[in-house]
């Protein structure tokens, strides 16, 4: 097969894609992710809790419903409406680190969803890590001198 008809295959076999309307649902299902997090913090703080306390909360809610979601099969479906409005925040990361979990947890608790889950939270954990260390000596090297 030649690069033309090659190319030709390409374009007949790829779905069209509206980019207006797959940047307009991103943005209303990522804006709406945004919006429930304010909403649950304002919440959050009626109840007196501090600020930190908060913002930490809410990071957790976040990631519990996006695992619920994960766990029951609706994640998906919603990611496949939005693309990366729902995929780019911490509810794509919670939804890839439980999509990992599941489909290995029958090779046992450790060596299955213990191991494999981390395939995909490692390199970010590490990356973090890693990126931390280094700001942080170039801080404190440049607020010592």
Known sequence: MDKNKYSQLVKEKSPNS??????????LVGGGICAFG???????????LAEKQGR?????SLI???S???MIGVFDRIARFSGAGVLVPITGFSNAVTS???EFKTEGFVMGMGAKMFTIAGPVIVFGTVASV???IIYW?????
């Open 134 to 136: 280094i700001y942080g």
């Open 100 to 102: 990992a979990a599941i």
């Open 64 to 66: 519990l419903i996006a």
């Open 38 to 48: 304010e909403v649950a913090f304002e919440a959050f703080k009626a109840l007196g």
């Open 141 to 145: 090297t440049f607020t010592i001198i």
């Open 56 to 60: 930490a909360l809410v990071s957790l």
């Open 68 to 70: 619920l979601l994960t």
């Open 18 to 27: 509206n980019t207006f309307s797959d940047m307009l649902r991103a943005f």
